[in-house]
Antibody, heavy 113, light 111 residues
Framework: QVQLVESGGGVVQPGRSLRLSCAASGFTFSTYVMHWVRQAPGRGLEWMAVISADGSSKYYADSLKGRFTVSRDNSKNTLYLQMNRLRPEDTAVYYC??????WGQGALVTVSS | QAVVTQEPSLTVSPGGTVTLTCGSRTGAVTSGHNPYWFQQKPGQAPRTLIYDTNNKYSRTPARFSGSLLGDKAALTLSGALPEDEADYYCLLSYDDARPWVFGGGTRLTVL
């Protein structure tokens, strides 16, 4: 069955960096678009980024441009989100999503001093 | 102001029918926006109910259906069950500059 397992979350100080990973299994990872979506505590869903199957095309929400980078390693069936210059308002649960149809359980990132 | 609009909250009686809508401040929602609908229960990850306006996943209960209603996308729940109480989000696709945007969500109460 499809599994998406996010890792790399935790507590980080403002201004620091963090990289999330999403290990995928149960489908042919290299042939599908992947998304990142986040949800701040008590708030709604926010679409963040999408990457094409081969990693050549990437699109981001305006609020993230320049700070966050999505990438993938199809040889490892893994999706990544590099987050730089983190702010307290980046505190959220981060979900990786296969083709908008299957969701991981999420990774909590807390940005706090 | 949010680009994608949803009712903040709705209430439906058990066994009743309710329609949630998803609008766009840029104009009418069409099939070209590829509307998606998601359900999220407290403490859980979202799950996808509807894609591309009206297509269901194999695990989507038959009582949920998607459509275009006037100038909005719509999610209709027919025969509401207590377990359908949840937050519902729509997602629309725009363009390369703003690929996907979620609505603010609708909190559905079954009471």
């Amino acid at each position: 069955q499809v599994q998406l397992v996010e890792s790399g979350g935790g507590v980080v100080q403002p201004g620091r960096s963090l990289r999330l990973s999403c290990a995928a299994s149960g489908f042919t990872f290299s042939t599908y678009v992947m998304h990142w979506v986040r949800q701040a505590p008590g708030r709604g869903l926010e679409w963040m980024a999408v990457i094409s199957a081969d990693g050549s095309s990437k699109y981001y929400a305006d609020s993230l441009k320049g700070r966050f980078t999505v990438s993938r390693d199809n040889s490892k069936n893994t999706l990544y989100l590099q987050m730089n210059r983190l702010r307290p308002e980046d505190t959220a649960v981060y979900y990786c999503v296969w083709g908008l149809g299957h969701w991981g359980q999420g990774a909590l990132v807390t940005v706090s001093s | 102001q949010a680009v994608v609009t949803q009712e903040p909250s709705l209430t439906v009686s058990p066994g009743g029918t309710v329609t949630l809508t998803c609008g766009s401040r840029t104009g009418a929602v069409t099939s070209g926006h590829n509307p998606y609908w998601f359900q999220q229960k407290p403490g859980q990850a979202p799950r996808t109910l509807i894609y591309d306006t009206n297509n269901k996943y194999s695990r989507t209960p038959a009582r949920f259906s998607g459509s275009l209603l006037g100038d909005k996308a719509a999610l209709t729940l027919s025969g509401a069950l207590p377990e359908d109480e949840a937050d519902y989000y729509c997602l629309l696709s725009y363009d390369d500059a703003r690929p996907w945007v979620f609505g603010g969500g609708t909190r559905l109460t079954v009471l």
